[in-house]
């Protein structure tokens, strides 16, 4: 604590514990409690963001899972499938 008040006062620390007037007291302390009320502020709107990031992903993971994922194997079989019937039916000629 006494690092952020370092910081925000310029370290001036020893300012803020006396010989200064009440006004400039009061102008720092608010500064700093500011600075800590943003950081506050920051943290919580981080948290949402990375709730909602989270569950997004989570949404897209399922979907990935259960949806595209078996389709796309099933594309990849019937392809295959067709593949190689047109190489067995079609395939290479041996007079060449």
Known sequence: MLLIVRIQLGGGA?????RTSKEEFMNRFLKVLGFIALGVVG??????????????T???FYWFRREFLPGM???VVI????WGGW????GPD???
């Open 14 to 18: 020893r300012e803020l514990l006396g």
């Open 43 to 56: 943290l919580w709107v981080g948290v949402a963001v990375l709730h909602t990031g989270l569950e997004v």
């Open 58 to 60: 989570g949404d897209l």
């Open 73 to 75: 194997i099933w594309a």
């Open 79 to 82: 392809g295959l499938v067709l």
């Open 87 to 90: 190489v067995l039916l079609f």
């Open 94 to 96: 041996e007079r060449a």
